[in-house]
């Protein structure tokens, strides 16, 4: 094979032992539920329901670093305008946005037994469903532009808009006075819930870490294929 | 005094929903990444083709 190299930008990242490092995730995520489940005891308010705690608040967290994520990689492509931080970005926001969507789902199936009810409009759950609407718009907007330069400088712009409102998510709880508990940490649980809740939280960061640079591999995969294709269609005309 | 409601139902279900959410999305990312360096490696091949060409 000849070399391609200076006709495609950037080499695309490969797998290296990144397929091992999911492995261990997924791993730690079996022991971390599993000691959740099976070794901690009923709470005195809530009963067994806190067990749920171990899937939705790490869930809600690593969220929240995801769009962080997001945040960093579109202002660092608006800084330096390289496609790699761009589709760094929208890998970041697809995760994040599996991620909202879950916390979403287990905040609901945890609301119906401790408040009665699926759904209401409290300022966290609107603001989290906001959040989320804001990365579907992300996500769609990437579909719909064609120009990758176009689609990375508004990508950025809406990222960087929906980053921000993790900051009033995260403050929902002490703005508005609302029915969702004030913001969970290691120091609002009891000890005895700390080690698996922990556990479950670098589970859940590991997963992501994981989800985002296989995500961002296959992008770069695809940026690299168009690349390649359009130089190889500059070179037969 | 604990709670005696059972909420086994919520607590199957929160967990289901978790790793069916974790198994789809491996699965989804593991297809593009599959798919994604199968057209790759197709169009570095097919650029190489026109490059050699061209020479």
Redesign the interface.
Known sequence: MSDTSHTIPWNPPKPGRWPWFGAFAIALLLAGQALGVIASPPDRDMGDLEKIIYVHVPAAWIMSVTFAIVMYYSLKYLWKRDERDDLAAASAAEVGTVLNALTLILGMIFAKPTWGVWWTWDARLTSTLVLFLMFVGYLSLRGFVDDPERRAQWSAAVGILGAINVGIVYMSVKWWRTLHQTQSSPDTVASIYVLALRINAFAFLFLMIYFVRRRYESMCLDRAADHATEAAALGAA | ?????N??A??I???A??WI??IG??VF??R??R???A??E?????????????Q
């Open positions: 005094m604990i709670p005696t409601t909420n086994w919520f607590i279900s929160a967990y929903a978790a959410a974790v999305y491996w990312v593991h593009a990444v798919r994604a360096r057209r790759y197709q169009a570095t091949a097919s650029l190489a083709r026109s490059q050699g060409k061209s």
